[in-house]
RNA sequence: CGGGGUAUAGCCUAACGGCCAGGGCGCCUCGUUUGGGACGAGGAGAUUCUGGGUUCGAAUCCCAGUACCCCGACCA
């Protein structure tokens, strides 16, 4: 991809009001743009690092056995009166008539639309365990969204529905996905805690919480340095010593970055989603629900993987793999040797940005590092017919051959 | 929703109640530059959020509305 072609551009300053890093470096770096309080556009920029987290979710909920399907966001108003959610659920639902006056929302999660479909397949224990899985807009009436992208009112939801014959076999799945869980995150380059949480008005029997640690985070947690145990102070309350091991337990903030639930029967006995067991007795389908907020992710990523300069994109979600920055481009032999890199990155698969503008060698570099793309390589007067590369975390310049560059690029990526 | 704050060009901002709302970034033109956000000259770009009020005179003071931000609310 050639700079030049971007549709945004990189802003020196930071957008007024804005307070979390993330939200400023997202701006700043032409990621983002804000349409209203708590709505987002993601720029072409920002669009790809999305869709590669999204890849990874899919990836590794297919992993696990889930199949994906789509769920409409326009809800009519029966389901949510039928689980006694229409009132009550915080945030908020979108509610509006259409012009027959007949009540809908718009989806902020979707337990009541996917306990109709269960309901309805179905029907014998030996249809039983099925799993399914969606990547949708979730809408909600929050009442302040804050922080750029940490907490909007349209968001991405990753959303996973499991469902069961038996709690035994509902927590043992539980337990499958909160390990994929542990490694998506790690494939995004967080480290997610996972920790007791309250179920909120999602209800069900239990919950956990995937938490980053970070500074700058809403959620205060305690955790025990010793055997693991951790709970948010939701549900712990201001705890000082572990409940499993009696170690003395540290307090932290951090930012919640998915959230799964036994559900149980909750929405299985409201909405009569039933199945025949072996006996012949009519049971509630025991379900399970297993969500993560992408562009919250994204954000999540940022925070905890920045400097001063700007973003530093862990590999695997990276807008390109490598950026490319062509320095003194009037020169005719630079040009074409700048130009050879590229194509010749381009032609083994690499995701190469070829900054080719015309601009000054500071405003390139400046750029590059709010960007935030993990190598770094220039092709200028100086650098010959070498090339330099530098990684973006480390920070320390090196000059290459072609064939090096080649081969450490195939070594890496 | 309760509390607090802000609103000036695409972005960041300045302006005691007093001349034609000033500057920086970005944008256009010309020239000089070119390894860490270059320099000079010229140019375009504003209903100072909206509506009322006070005043000889309002970006500035008052009232109302709207929008956005921050703290609070068991939110992915």
Redesign the pocket.
């Known amino acids: 991809m050639l700079q030049s072609n971007f549709l945004s ?12 890093i993330s ?1 400023q470096f997202l701006v ?1 770096g032409g990621y983002i743009q ?1 349409l ?4 987002w556009s993601l720029l072409p920029l920002g669009f790809r690092v999305y869709q590669k987290i999204e890849n990874i979710i899919r990836e590794e909920m297919t992993a696990v056995g889930g199949e994906e399907l789509r769920m409409p966001a326009l809800q009519p108003k029966e389901i949510w009166t039928a689980s006694g959610r229409w009132n009550s ?3 908020p639902l979108f509610k509006f008539k259409d012009r027959h006056k007949k009540e809908l929302a718009l989806g ?2 979707h337990e009541e639309v996917i306990t109709k479909i269960a309901g309805s397949f179905i029907d014998s224990y030996k249809d039983l365990p099925k799993y399914v899985f969606q990547i949708q807009n ?1 809408f ?1 009436n ?12 349209e ?3 990753k ?1 996973m529905y499991s469902f069961h014959a038996t709690n035994q076999d509902l927590d043992a799945y539980y337990l499958k996905v909160a390990q994929s869980y542990k490694k998506l995150y790690s494939r995004c380059g967080l480290e997610a805690m996972m920790v007791n ?6 209800g069900g029997d239990s ?1 956990n ?2 938490i980053v640690a970070a500074d700058s985070g ?2 205060n947690i305690f955790l025990c340095p010793d055997c693991g145990w951790a709970t ?1 102070s ?2 712990g309350g201001s705890l000082s010593v572990c409940p499993q091991c009696q170690a003395k337990l540290i307090a932290k903030k951090g ?7 036994k559900l149980g029967d909750t929405y299985s006995q409201k909405m009569k989603a039933l199945f025949m067991d072996e006996r012949g007795n009519k049971k509630p389908i025991i379900a399970g629900c297993y ?7 994204m954000a999540t990523v940022i925070e905890v993987n920045h400097d001063s ?2 973003i530093i994109w862990p590999q695997e979600i990276a807008p390109f793999q490598v950026h490319l ?1 062509g ?2 481009l ?1 020169d005719e032999k630079v040009l074409s040797r700048a130009q050879e890199i590229y194509q010749k990155l381009k032609s083994i698969n690499i995701e190469v940005l070829f900054d080719d503008r ?13 960007i935030g793309i993990p190598w ?1 390589l ?6 010959g017919d070498k090339i ?1 590369v ?1 990684e973006r975390r480390e ?1 320390k ?1 090196e000059l290459f051959t072609e064939n090096q560059l080649l081969d450490k690029v195939k070594a890496i990526f």
């Open positions: 551009k990189t802003l020196r300053k930071n957008p007024k009001d804005s307070v979390a939200h700043r804000q209203t309080s708590g709505i659920i915080d945030p902020s999660t979730k909600r929050e009442l302040r969204p804050t922080a750029g992208l940490l907490r909007t009112r968001f991405v939801m959303d949480a309250s179920s909120g008005t999602i919950s919480e995937f809403e959620d948010n939701e549900v930012i919640e970055v998915g959230h799964i639930f969500g993560i907020g992408l562009e919250r992710l300069k700007g920055l320095l003194d009037e015309k601009e000054t060698a500071g405003v390139k570099f400046k750029d590059a590092d709010l770094r220039v092709v200028s007067k100086k650098t330099e530098k920070g310049e």
